[in-house]
Every structure is written in C-alpha cells, then in structure tokens.
C-alpha cells in the first residue's frame, strides 16, 4: 500500500510516489532538516520477511544513492534513503 503524502520516515516527509516495482516503492521526499529533495524507497511488505530479498534491495538502493552522488559536490548531491518499512525506517 503506497505512503500517504506528508508521512514521515525519521527527519524525511513524503511528497509523492513516483514509482513502483518489484522490490517496492519509490517517493520523492523532502529532507525537513536541511529542506532538500530526497529520494526514498521502501521494500514491500511481502518481501520484508526475505533475508535475502532486503539485502538485495539494500545493496540496490546503495549503489543508486552512489551513481547519483557521483560527480556532485557532496552538499548539493540529492540524498537516498531507504527505510524497510513506514514504521521501521533506516533513514537518519
């Protein structure tokens, strides 16, 4: 079930979904700390259960977070933060 806007993920505000698939969904966030874009992504329920299933989307969404920083200054680099579910969020 996708995030409502305006749901929180630690110090991040849902703005919108901007896509989903296999692993989960995708939203465009705001960082409230810093007032910055940020992308979040959030694994399915079905797959939270998986061991193997939340590595993979860890690594996935790791290696996307660096692709995008690549080339930015650090600061003004759009952040990426992963959480496993609403309620139990890796995002700092």
């Keep these: 079930m996708p995030l409502l806007a305006g749901t929180r993920l630690g110090p991040y ?3 919108h979904l901007l896509g ?3 692993m989960g969904e995708a939203y465009r966030g705001v960082d409230t700390r810093l007032g ?3 992308a979040l992504t959030v694994i399915s329920q079905q797959l939270m ?3 193997s299933s939340r590595r993979r989307f860890n690594r996935s969404t790791a290696a996307s ?3 995008i920083s690549r080339g930015r200054n650090r600061r003004d680099a759009p952040a990426t933060c992963h959480g496993a579910t609403a309620g139990e969020s890796t995002c700092r």
């Design 20 to 22: 989903a698939g296999g």
């Design 49 to 51: 259960g998986d061991e």
């Design 13 to 15: 505000e849902v703005e």
């Design 36 to 38: 910055r874009a940020v």
């Design 65 to 67: 977070a660096l692709k």
